[in-house]
C-alpha cells in the first residue's frame, strides 16, 4: 500500500491531466518500485501535434516527496524544443543548479515546477 503522500501526488497529477483541454494521453505509466519509491513516465499530445514527455523519479523521505530527478519536454509539430525543464547537473554556473529551464536558444536558471504549472503553461503557448 501506497503511502498517502505518494497516492494524493499521483491523483493530483492524474486529475490535472484529465482536466486539461485538448489532450490526448499517448502514455501513462505510474511504476510503483516500493512503497516508498516510483517512477512517472507520462507522454502527452496536445493540440494534436505539440508533445509532452513528463519523468520524474519520486522517493518517500521523512514523509515528504523528493524528486530524485526530473523532466518536462515540449516540443511544437516539427519536434523543435518549446521548453525543457530538467534536473540533469550539466549547466553547474547556473543560480538554481542542477534545476534549470531550456528554451528553443537558451537556458535559464528555474525551480522545479509543478506539473499543474507545466500543463498550464504548455496549454497557454498553444492559445
Known sequence: ML???LSDYLNLVEQAIVQCPN???ERYEEEILT???ANLRIRLRLAQTHLLEINEAIVI???QLEFLDYRYHFQDERNSLVFRYDSTPHFPDISTFPHHKHLPNDVISSQK???TQVLKEATELLK
Do not use: F, G, H
Open 113 to 115: 515546477p509543478e506539473i
Open 61 to 63: 523521505t521523512d514523509n
Open 3 to 5: 503511502p498517502k503522500i
Open 23 to 25: 489532450l490526448y494521453v
Open 35 to 37: 512503497s516508498l519509491r
